[in-house]
């Protein structure tokens, strides 16, 4: 690679191709199902400009942010593309999300009151309706559903229906049969009281709950990024992230001694231990203490002692010195180690780790 701008610490690079690469996969997958992207929290932190683009030009039309901020700043980068808002909107908001053509997610008897009191004002304009089918956060719950058919929201045009699924990345997880069997009801519900309108329930791992789960469009995020949608399995998609951190310091460790903060490594003398400029305030997160792995070349190193706010140190003593000096880069996500492995090692997700990347990183988009 192209050594990093001598300020940089870490090179963050983004591979397009294998965005656009993912999209076409599940697109492929779900057949006559349309698929829609999910961007948002800035492109899962990997930068909502050149993801969406680079989603558009493979053919997407449909996209989902969760903030009305964020389908602004969606609106002015894609001024055609269909955008939904997870979020919904308020009463407060219900006109921005009409003047910047945004498809609102009407998520309670509130924001259905909204937006037809919108509509009664300014005239037809399309909304998702969401019924809660399992995750207790948003969505029209059972009774609110009842009360939705008994009282009318004639007036409303429905994009689509749509459930959000709490376990799809657990085939074997018994409420992903129960949420499907809700929706359908709540689906059907709907169909007799209002007309026919399209459907949608699948995220990423949704859709490889198989093609009941599919309807009429899905809605994956997380594995257009290359995170695996399918734990426990070969991860069917292509990974899209590299970072790597450059090694500011190097030493030869000549006294037994402790490495870090809270002293949570002894090193022996003769180890060496090489310094790379990523932290936590890079998201490089401080559950990563002492089990984090990194790739000098093909060899796997060994992160020791605690995560500082700009730091990390990694134990290279079994590497031979010429191969290891400073500026020597250290993939800390790549082939070799993708997503998922950091993921486990912090003992958290995919998402968490892709939303968490920092903005000191240089950031360099590949492919498109
Ligand atoms: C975030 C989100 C998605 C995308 O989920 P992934 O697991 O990233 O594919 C889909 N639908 C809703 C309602 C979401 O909040």
């Known amino acids: 690679m192209t050594p990093p701008s001598d300020h ?132 029209l719950t059972q009774s609110e559903l009842e009360a939705l058919c008994a009282a009318g929201a004639e007036g409303i045009p429905f994009r689509c229906v749509m459930s959000h699924l709490a376990c799809a990345d657990d085939p074997a997880h018994p409420l992903n049969g129960e949420q499907l069997a809700l929706f359908q009801d709540a689906r059907a519900r709907l169909g007799r009281r209002f007309g026919p309108s399209p459907a949608s329930l699948a995220n990423s791992s949704g859709i490889f709950l198989g093609p009941a789960y599919h309807f009429d469009l899905a809605r994956p995020g997380v594995a257009l990024y290359g995170v695996n949608p399918t734990p426990g399995q070969p991860n069917p998609m292509a990974e899209a992230v590299q970072l790597q951190g450059k090694i500011i310091g190097l030493r030869e460790i000549d006294r037994a001694m402790t490495v870090g903060y809270g002293a949570t490594h002894r090193v022996t003398r003769g180890s060496r231990i090489a310094t790379v400029a990523v932290g936590y305030a890079d998201g490089f997160l401080r559950s990563l203490s002492n089990r984090a792995y990194g790739y000098i070349g093909t060899v796997r190193v060994k992160m020791v002692g605690r995560v500082s706010m700009d730091l990390t140190t990694f134990d290279v003593s079994a590497l031979p010195p010429e191969d290891v000096r400073p500026g020597t880069m250290v993939t800390l996500i790549g082939r070799k180690h993708p997503i998922d492995a950091l993921a486990a090692e912090a003992g958290t997700t995919g998402y968490e780790i892709l939303t968490s990347l920092g903005r000191r990183y240089e950031r360099r988009y590949v492919g498109d």
């Open 8 to 139: 940089a610490g870490a090179v963050l690079t983004i591979d397009l191709d294998a965005i656009a690469s993912n999209y076409r996969q599940l697109d492929e997958r779900l057949g006559k199902t349309a698929c829609a992207a999910v961007v948002k929290a800035d492109g899962y932190g990997l930068g909502i400009a050149p993801v969406a683009r680079a989603l558009a030009e493979a053919g997407c039309a449909s996209f989902f942010v969760a903030t009305i901020e964020e389908g602004i700043e969606l609106r002015a980068i894609l001024p055609e593309a269909e955008i939904a808002v997870l979020n919904g909107a308020p009463a407060e908001a219900v006109d921005e999300v009409a003047r910047h053509g945004l498809i609102p997610v009407l998520n309670g008897p509130d924001q259905i009151e909204a937006w037809r009191a919108y509509i009664e004002r300014a005239g037809a304009s399309l909304a998702i309706l969401h019924c809660d089918t399992g995750m207790a956060r948003l969505g």
